[in-house]
Nanobody, 127 residues
């Protein structure tokens, strides 16, 4: 059974940095799509960043471009999201997601194309 376990997050002031991480268990890490989505109170879940694992490429949303970096640790089956220059608008629950589908990259921003989700981790940015 595939499990995604998030860690990190927390509270930070605007301009600061935080990192969230996601470990994939129960599956041999290979060429798949993994992503971070976030959901703020009263808003829909939105894509933040995605990665085509094992060196396949990355993508980030325009709202976080230049501030957030998604990366992977292949040996540890982990994906990280480094969040710099945080803004209060980044406050949300951040969810890790994984797609094991053969063709996933064209659909990397579509939440319903991801098969596995973590429980989420809270990120709070104060002004």
């Amino acid at each position: 059974e595939v499990r995604l376990v998030e860690s990190g997050g927390g509270s930070e002031q605007a301009g600061g940095s935080l990192r969230v991480s996601c470990k994939m268990d129960g599956y041999t890490y290979s060429r798949n799509c993994m992503a971070w989505f976030r959901q703020a109170p009263g808003k829909e879940r939105e894509p933040v960043a995605s990665i085509y694992t094992n060196g396949g490429g990355t993508d980030v949303a325009n709202a976080v471009k230049g501030r957030f970096i998604i990366s992977e640790d292949v040996a540890e089956n982990m994906v990280h999201l480094q969040m710099n220059n945080l803004e209060p608008e980044d406050t949300a629950i951040y969810y890790c997601a994984a797609s094991l589908r053969l063709i996933c990259w064209p659909y990397r921003t579509e939440a319903d194309k991801y098969d596995y989700w973590g429980r989420g981790t809270q990120v709070t940015v104060s002004s």
